[in-house]
């Protein structure tokens, strides 16, 4: 095992009591039973992940169901292009898979600052305007006109360009070693016009010994060497309040984790969403598996291989669940990179000190009682378990005021919420509950409650509407990933609906160069010539689509 993952385990073992990870190599073998036949694929252990953060719901004033207009919209379009490259590879005699590749962890961060109306300064005249932008490393100054700037680094715009239309991006590099990784560095900034990022950079400054950075005041760069088994990515953080660096750069990394957590889900969700109808269901259900197609277990659980399949959170197939659900982590991940919550900006406030505040009353790990104020807690600063349990309690808080649009014989808006009612029993009215649907265990009972005639008295639906529920797939899916267990998905091919005859060049064409107009949502990137472009990055990744070709 990778010393440097060893390292980073380390507290989340300690955290969860996880028994440990081979790290003997490759010992495990597919064996052959005494009949001859193949036995299930060998399995490698990995960690049972439980969160322990508790959280607070918000009031549910408000928090109305309804009935939707004609106008509004239950599904998103399939994502563009997807379909075309899936069916291509099928096509050439090979079957598509999702492949995780991490390899890069830690070596590029970008991060998306966007000026707000509020920071540009103009002057009385108002024929000219300039934004002195803090970047936390240093400060530069924004503006159309060269000279302005006497105690910052300048950086002039296009006239064009109005300065509450920029996106500021900080490119963050880790040069690698013998001995690891070294200390996170901000090496560029770039300057894009929001409207149009996909055009490239308008103004860049490199920065090298010359430009001096207070790097103690760079929670952002701090925040990156704590989740250095982040792959490169783009973010956006949330506006910060109330934080020591130390809270900052623990509040950041944990965002970093849930920005890519989120996006492993949404690739899974999309993978599934440009696959054949009749393949969906099998998707739904199928959990993946470790780079060299191995299966995950765990000596202290039997879930752990299941819980890397999307049923296990949200229950069997149905295709308005399944709509549903895409259009929730849309939302969350636009919640992720516009920080929009019910048309007001959100913000993190790290340990308020208010006697009466939630933080300090009944002491969670955090809360999201007021709209588009999330509160992190002292609890969420403290656990062992930073890893896993503050990226889970992160996406658990961005989902409080939320709706998602669903139907399944009446169209719906519902709130996602952890309070739900459900029945049990022959006639689903009997033992009826009300609580929250927080932790693993309640999150498995909405996802299979059965009752003797095989109803699930409204349990599946409630998944599907519930905070922890979204935030548990997300956080664990992502978490094995980000830690290397979790490599390929689906781990099985869904099975084969025609004949296709193996093509010489199945696994080539159409997975290094992606069709036109197919784009990746990956923390605000683009696909380009076969690779992940991150404005401002040096290092595009491949794309993450891998071939399993069929024997010949």
């Not at 020591?244 to 690739?267: I, S």
């Not at 009752?451 to 935030?471: E, I, L, S, V, Y």
Request: proline content about 7%; glycine content about 8%.
């Amino acid at each position: 095992m990778d010393h440097r993952l060893g390292r980073l385990l380390a507290p989340l073992c300690l955290a969860l009591a996880c028994s440990g990870v081979d790290d003997h190599g490759d010992a495990h073998h597919v064996a052959d039973s005494d009949d001859g036949t193949a036995l299930p694929s060998a399995a490698i252990e990995a960690p049972y992940l439980v969160g322990e953060l508790s959280c607070e719901e918000p009031s549910a004033t408000g928090a109305v169901e309804r009935e939707l207009s004609p106008d509004e919209e239950t599904e998103l379009p399939p994502p563009s292009g997807l379909s075309e490259l899936l069916a291509q590879i099928r096509q050439q005699g090979g079957r598509p898979t999702l492949h995780f590749d991490t390899h890069a962890a830690g070596r590029l961060l970008n991060v998306r600052v966007p000026v707000r109306a509020h920071q540009v300064h103009r002057t009385a005249d108002a024929v000219d305007d300039d934004v002195a932008l803090d970047l936390g490393a240093l400060t530069v100054r924004l503006t159309h006109r060269a000279g302005t700037a006497v105690d910052a680094p300048e950086l002039v715009l296009p006239a064009t360009l109005p300065l509450d239309q920029v996106v500021v991006l900080k490119t963050y590099t880790r040069a690698a070693s013998e001995d690891g990784l070294g200390r996170a560095t901000l090496a560029m900034v770039s300057v894009f016009d929001r409207r149009d990022e996909q055009a490239g950079p308008v103004a860049t400054l490199a920065i090298d010994d010359q430009v001096p950075q207070a790097r103690e005041a760079d929670c952002d760069a701090l925040a990156y060497e704590l989740a250095s088994e982040v792959p490169p990515v783009a973010v956006s953080f949330p506006p910060l309040s109330s934080c020591t660096v130390d809270e900052c750069a623990k509040t950041r990394a944990a965002w970093l984790r849930a920005n890519h957590d989120l996006h492993r889900v949404r690739q899974m969700l999309e993978f599934i969403a440009a696959s054949p109808p009749e393949d969906r269901a099998y998707l739904w259900a199928a959990e993946g598996g470790s780079e060299g197609g191995e299966r995950l277990m765990s000596y202290e659980s039997d879930d752990v291989g299941p819980n890397t399949a999307l049923a296990f959170y949200f229950g069997p197939y149905a295709e308005y669940r399944f709509k549903a659900i895409r259009i929730a982590y849309e939302r969350l991940w636009r919640t992720f990179h516009d920080h929009e919550v019910g048309g007001l900006e959100l913000d993190i406030e790290c340990t308020p000190d208010g006697p009466g505040d939630i933080c300090n009353t009944t002491k969670p790990g955090g809360h999201h009682a007021v709209k588009s104020n999330m509160k992190l807690c002292e609890k969420a600063y403290t656990t062992p378990s930073q890893v896993f349990d503050v990226p889970r309690l992160v996406l658990h808080e961005s989902m409080h005021h939320m709706f998602v649009p669903w139907k399944d014989n009446v169209a719906r808006l519902s709130p996602i919420m952890d309070t739900h009612t459900h029945g049990h029993g022959g006639l689903c009215a009997g033992k009826l509950v009300t609580d929250k649907g927080y932790g693993l265990k309640k999150i498995k009972h909405l996802a299979s409650y059965e009752n003797d005639r095989g109803d699930d008295c409204w349990h599946n639906n409630f998944a599907f509407r519930n905070n922890d529920t979204f935030a548990y797939a997300a956080a664990t899916i992502g978490t094995y990933i980000r830690f290397g267990f979790l490599a390929r998905w689906p781990l099985e091919q869904a099975p084969e609906h025609e004949d296709n005859f193996p093509d010489p060049e199945c696994g080539m064409a159409g997975v290094n160069t992606p069709p036109p107009g197919f784009s990746d949502p990956l923390s605000k990137c683009y696909k380009s010539g076969g690779q992940l472009v991150c404005p401002g990055a040096h290092s595009p990744g491949d794309l993450e689509i891998g071939v399993i070709c069929a024997q010949r």
